[in-house]
């Protein structure tokens, strides 16, 4: 079976920096759009950044300018480039993809199992 991990998440100082990392494994044929969300308690789930299999990428507005979302095709990766961090960033982050499997022809949506990052003041 697919899954996503991520890695990288803990606490850092505001305006400090912090790099995520998520991988697919499994019997992974094919990667559409890749993705990072994050949920903060209390708060709905909000897309983070975006990044599509021709390289597009979206941002939320609050962290343009300071994250930066990335892949590496041939890994399976997703990554997200965090600097600047404030309070405000502080969340679970989760990764999120669109993918083929060789176990499942149609597109299917998956998540990792989410990785905490807390920013302190």
């Known amino acids: 079976q697919v899954q996503l991990v991520e890695s990288g998440g803990g606490l850092v100082q505001a305006g400090g920096s912090l790099s995520l990392s998520c991988a697919a494994s499994g019997r992974v044929y094919s990667i559409n759009t890749m993705a990072w969300y994050r949920q903060a308690p209390g708060k709905q789930r909000e897309l983070v950044a975006r990044?599509?299999?021709?390289?597009?990428?979206n941002y939320t507005d609050s962290v343009k300018g300071r994250f930066t979302i990335s892949r590496d095709n041939a890994k399976n990766a997703v990554y997200l480039q965090m600097s600047s961090l404030k309070p405000e960033d502080t969340a679970v982050y989760y990764c999120?993809?669109?993918?083929?499997?060789?176990?499942?022809?149609?597109?299917?949506?998956?998540w990792g199992q989410g990785t905490q990052v807390t920013v302190s003041s």
């Open positions: 999120n993809a669109f993918l083929l499997s060789y176990n499942d022809p149609s597109y299917s949506e998956f």
């Open positions: 990044i599509t299999s021709g390289g597009k990428r």
